[in-house]
């Protein structure tokens, strides 16, 4: 028998609807692990192979391809794991990032149990805009910083990964409002996964 599929919340929106803000927040509570594809992506080294083909792709606002994504998306976990910051027995993943296309849901289907999927809903793209322009500025990340990759990013969040929320059961698909202070949107998203985590916790005291 294979391992048990891991408990996983995505965090799951457009670029600069704030997903990332509020999972780095939300991974601070106990019994959430957080995990953001673009911070590990950007964590590698600039000169490897690795790091190459993740410039080349995100400066052109284009995903990664599938297999190297959930490649260094599993070694991540895996690490993780062996460094005891995430326990699979004990803690929810909120996974942000990932999966950005419906080959990546099906890829992890085996590995994850997808209890919630919290949609980040932002319909003004004016709003998005600027902030990743703020964002560009702040954290100077080149992929935000022009125009065109900014418009680019949101074409193929359009066309390849908007069709990911269809891939699950609409009953587990969350919406909330995106467009709010960081604190309002905090708290909508709490109001949604507060009961599974309590739920969550029940349950595997039952199980012992
Ligand atoms: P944003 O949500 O603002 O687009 P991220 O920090 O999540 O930014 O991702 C930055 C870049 O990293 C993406 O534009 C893409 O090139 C790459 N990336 C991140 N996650 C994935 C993924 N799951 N699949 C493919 N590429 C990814």
């Not at 019994?31 to 000169?47: C, N, P, Q, W, Y």
């Amino acid at each position: 028998m294979g391992n048990p599929r891991k408990s996983a919340i995505l965090l799951f929106g457009p670029p600069g609807s704030g997903k990332g803000t509020q999972g780095a927040v939300l991974g601070e509570l106990l019994g959430f692990f957080h995990v953001s594809t673009g911070d590990i992506f950007r964590a590698l080294d600039k000169e490897s192979e690795l790091g190459n083909t993740f410039a080349s792709y995100s400066s052109r606002g284009e995903l990664v391809p599938d297999d190297v994504t959930i490649r260094i998306f599993n070694a991540h976990l895996e690490k993780a794991q062996k460094n005891r910051d995430y326990s699979p027995s004990d803690d929810i993943l909120l996974l942000d990032g990932i999966p950005r296309s419906v080959q990546q849901a099906q890829l992890l289907e085996d590995d994850l149990d997808v209890l919630n999927v919290i949609h980040f809903a932002a319909n003004n793209e004016a709003e998005l805009i600027n902030r990743l322009r703020g964002r560009a500025m702040k954290q100077g990340r080149t992929d935000d910083a022009k125009e065109e990759v900014i418009r680019r990013r949101l074409e193929v969040y359009a066309q390849e990964t908007r069709p990911v929320l269809a891939h699950y059961d609409a009953g587990i698909v969350k919406t909330v409002d995106a467009i709010g202070t960081p604190a309002e949107v905090l708290a909508r998203v709490l109001a949604e996964i507060a009961p599974l985590q309590r739920d969550y916790w029940a349950a595997r005291a039952s199980a012992g």
